[in-house]
């Protein structure tokens, strides 16, 4: 994997800002005092309902027009596949399958089709779902949007979550970032300290 730079991040805001929303920073109403703050980032509030979104959207516009032809590929349990499936709607790229296990919650399904995918359902569970997957998706000639495995494209699209938080509350000295696949956590982390080397 090339090195995940600061000015990865910086370029992926300029490249995704047409095509993401700055979502609010809100302050708890029921965490702190009068000594401590607590505020959540409310990327539940993207068109797509999830930060994924971002990360998408800049690996996508990174693709050469063959590529965009060809079309995307995810392998995911929803959130990501529902984020790559309206980032392919957004970008105009016709084809986008997403390939899920067949224990999905058919709410999560549904936002695929919902956004213009196409949800295959493959395997009884996330691992069976992401071995078929690539298989199916490396023989169709689809070029794999992965959310999480070393992908600087998505990463920084990821890290502009903490350009967001930064420069809606600069004063913040410590973020807290859940981890699935350590996508978001990366980009977060590089971008932060980046802005801030004391923070958190």
Same mark, same amino acid.
């Given at each position: 994997?090339?090195?995940?730079?600061?000015?990865?991040?910086?370029?992926?805001?300029?490249?995704?800002?047409?095509?993401?929303?700055?979502?609010?920073?809100?302050?708890?109403?029921? =965490?702190?005092?009068? &000594?401590?703050?607590?505020?959540?980032?409310? @990327?539940?509030?993207?068109?797509?309902?999830?930060? /994924? *979104? %971002?990360?998408?959207?800049?690996?996508?516009?990174?693709?050469?027009?063959?590529?965009?032809?060809?079309?995307v590929g995810a392998v995911s349990?929803?959130?990501?596949g529902s984020s790559v499936a309206?980032?392919?709607? =957004?970008?105009?790229? &016709?084809?986008?399958?997403?390939?899920?296990? @067949?224990?999905?919650?058919?709410?999560?399904?549904? /936002? *695929? %089709?919902?956004?213009?995918?196409?949800?295959?359902?493959?395997?009884?569970?996330?691992?069976?779902?992401?071995?078929?997957?690539?298989?199916?998706?490396?023989?169709?000639?689809?070029?794999?949007?992965?959310?999480?495995?070393?992908?600087?494209?998505?990463?920084?699209?990821?890290?502009?979550?903490?350009?967001?938080?930064?420069?809606?509350?600069?004063?913040?000295?410590?973020?807290?970032?859940?981890?699935?696949?350590?996508?978001?956590?990366?980009?977060?982390?590089?971008?932060?300290?980046?802005?801030?080397?004391?923070?958190?």
């Amino acid at each position: 994997m090339e090195k995940l730079t600061f000015q990865d991040v910086l370029d992926a805001r300029e490249a995704i800002r047409p095509y993401v929303r700055q979502t609010p920073l809100e302050q708890s109403f029921f =965490l702190g005092d009068e &000594e401590h703050q607590f505020f959540f980032k409310l @990327e539940s509030l993207q068109r797509a309902r999830s930060f /994924k *979104i %971002r990360g998408a959207v800049n690996k996508m516009l990174s693709l050469t027009e063959e590529e965009r032809q060809r079309g995307v590929g995810a392998v995911s349990s929803g959130n990501h596949g529902s984020s790559v499936a309206y980032a392919a709607q =957004l970008l105009g790229i &016709e084809r986008a399958e997403i390939i899920v296990p @067949e224990c999905t919650p058919q709410s999560k399904i549904d /936002k *695929i %089709r919902y956004f213009g995918g196409t949800a295959k359902l493959m395997g009884r569970n996330y691992d069976e779902a992401h071995a078929l997957g690539m298989e199916y998706i490396h023989a169709n000639g689809l070029t794999n949007i992965d959310s999480c495995h070393d992908d600087v494209k998505v990463y920084a699209g990821q890290g502009t979550v903490a350009l967001e938080i930064l420069e809606q509350q600069p004063d913040i000295d410590t973020i807290v970032v859940p981890i699935g696949g350590g996508g978001i956590a990366t980009g977060v982390a590089l971008a932060a300290k980046s802005v801030n080397p004391a923070i958190r």
